[in-house]
């Protein structure tokens, strides 16, 4: 009995010195209470441990960037550490300082090549980079090591962004390959359909989701796509059923909505299309495919003089304002220039005058200049010089001035004139003189014969 007594003593003697023991910085950090951790902190003779704790409690306050300066530190005095790399590297990156977390990744795979958490994560990064060749070369190296679903997924997305239509077999193939291997990635499937969606291999995209739905019929992104194929293969019954499903678990994305309500169209249940396509507009009002059929809903029910509205709006987002139009002529026409093409220069400036820019009188004169002095075609400079001289105008009261694309009076416009003025006149008078020279004779000025 003494024995027992004395044992228990002793235990409850140690059980008290480990609680003295415990290091309240440990304590507070392991409570989430940063602020108590880094004051403590501060109170201590900086170590490396303590600079790795300093900076986890920064990151966990949300100051990326004071932790950041804690983990350059603790790189410059544990070099050989790749710890402190990857710890500045996640820093930089929640910073966007993407060129320096790369640098620190690369850094940290030098001394651990084999460490899989930052391969993984420098690819990823590569990728949000669109540096789309190396995230590949570097996903196919560690595919070799690693089969993984993940990393095929970072192989199969690097060659999405690498290989253009004519090689599209290869990134279904990288897909397939995941198919294979893990039936019960949901992913693989989504982003397989919606391949063979954009490729209208609709009959493709309803078997590999509806394959997938065997596994698990509630998924969201293989539902979408499934239920796309079905509505754009005019299937409209089934994608109905489809959407209903999506809707019902509080799906309204814009494509569920969208499509939807062009399944519900078409079968000429103009209500809820209705009441689905007003949902996709909310969030994105100026689509074109969007006013349109929601227009076209409209007209078929109570809502006809919105209907009206939606179709207005449509037509003007189609058809681009004079204003802007102006502005993109001007952009081609300086474009045409560079490019040493005078002919086409020439053409887009009366086009531009003629369909959008009419108080842009100036453009005649620049027209004549490109004729004359680029194309050496006098007779075209001379009628866009008449042109331009016709719009001079006149003088006194209720003169109207010339103004720009955007309305502004051009200043030294008389100037311009006069210099067309003369311009012309001497065109005209050089070619008397070659007419002279050449022996033919102006008739308007000869006598009748009586």
């Known amino acids: 009995m003494r024995k027992l007594l004395i044992s228990l003593c002793l235990s409850a003697c140690c059980s008290f010195l480990a609680a003295q023991n415990i290091n309240p910085i440990q304590e507070a950090m392991a409570n989430y209470d940063y602020e108590t951790a880094l004051s403590l902190i501060e109170q201590e003779t900086p170590t490396i441990p303590l600079l790795y704790q300093k900076g986890k409690a920064l990151k966990g306050l949300g100051s990326n960037d004071k932790a950041l300066l804690v983990f350059q530190e603790i790189v410059a005095q544990d070099s050989l550490n790749p710890r402190a790399y990857i710890e500045a590297a996640e820093c930089s990156k929640s910073l966007a300082k993407y060129r320096e977390a ?102 493709d995209a309803i078997e590999i989701t509806e394959k997938y739905r065997t596994i698990d019929s509630t998924n969201i992104l293989v539902n979408r796509v499934n239920a796309q194929a079905y509505c754009l293969n005019k299937d409209y019954p089934k994608a109905i059923e489809r959407y209903e499903q999506l809707l019902q678990e509080q799906d309204s994305t814009f494509q569920t909505c969208f499509y939807a309500g062009i399944s519900y169209y078409a079968i000429e249940d103009f209500y809820p299309a209705h009441d689905l396509l007003e949902r996709a507009l909310k969030d994105d009002g100026t689509n074109i495919n969007v006013l349109y059929y929601l227009g076209r809903a409209c007209s078929k029910t109570s809502w ?132 002279f020279f050449k022996g033919k004779v102006d008739t308007a000025n000869v006598a009748p014969i009586k």
């Open 304 to 435: 006809k003089d919105e209907g009206v509205e939606y179709l207005k709006t449509a037509v003007n987002i189609a058809m681009p304002g004079d204003s802007v139009m102006s502005r993109l002529y001007v952009g081609l026409a300086d474009c045409y220039k560079m490019a040493f093409q005078f002919q086409e220069q020439a053409n887009t400036l009366l086009e531009q005058y003629n369909e959008y820019d009419r108080n842009n009188h100036k453009l005649l004169y620049d027209a004549a200049f490109v004729y004359y002095y680029q194309l050496k075609n006098v007779p075209k400079a001379e009628q866009c010089l008449e042109a331009y001289l016709k719009t001079r105008p006149k003088s006194g009261k209720g003169a109207v001035q010339e103004v720009d694309s955007d309305g502004v009076p051009i200043i030294g416009e008389n100037n311009r004139y006069n210099a067309a003025e003369n311009w012309l006149k001497d065109i005209r008078e050089r070619r008397k003189k070659e007419d």
């Open 102 to 203: 790369l640098d620190y990744y690369q850094s940290a795979l030098k001394l651990n090549p084999d460490n899989k958490y930052v391969r993984l994560q420098y690819i990823s990064l590569l990728m949000g980079m669109k540096r789309y060749k190396e995230s590949l070369e570097e996903s196919n190296l560690l595919a070799e090591k690693d089969s993984s679903a993940y990393v095929l997924h970072l192989r199969a997305e690097s060659m999405s962004h690498v290989y253009d239509n004519s090689e599209i077999m290869r990134v279904i193939e990288a897909y397939q390959d995941i198919q294979r291997r893990y039936p019960e990635d949901y992913l693989s499937a989504a982003k397989l359909g919606n391949i063979y969606v954009a490729g209208r291999q609709l009959e």
